[in-house]
């Protein structure tokens, strides 16, 4: 990561968490510190705050604002397999609900766990 940010590029994680945080969610937090020193940005929304927010369905990297990365998980947590989506319409939806939970979040240096 720390790579990527050197070359300029601006990078954004918002995590959006159920409150109380699971054992894993506490573990990511705990870690994230190392991201925030190579230059990542990240927020953290507890779903309380999301309503009001048309969210997609599945966790996704926006690339450049014209391509979609997007993870799909199985019901056991399990990263199953990626799909790349070009798609302006849904490239559009995307970006629009990400702005809208970066908006709510709270960034990590001020998040604490409940």
């Known amino acids: 990561m720390q790579e990527t940010t050197a070359r300029g ?3 954004r994680r918002a995590r959006v968490i159920s409150e109380p945080v699971s054992d ?3 573990f990511e937090y705990d870690i994230t510190f190392a991201n925030v020193a190579s230059g990542e940005h990240v927020r953290w929304l507890p779903r309380r705050m999301a309503t009001g927010i048309a ?3 599945n966790d996704f990297w ?5 391509v979609l990365l997007v993870n799909h998980f199985g019901g056991d947590g399990q990263f199953t397999t990626e799909e790349v989506v070009t798609d302006p319409g849904t490239v559009k939806l995307c970006a629009e609900a990400f702005e ?7 960034a990590h240096e001020e998040y604490r766990p409940a």
């Open 24 to 26: 894993y969610v506490q």
């Open 55 to 57: 969210l997609p369905g």
């Open 100 to 106: 809208s939970v970066w908006s709510r979040s709270v």
């Open 62 to 66: 926006l690339l450049d604002d014209t």
């Open 9 to 11: 590029v601006e990078v």
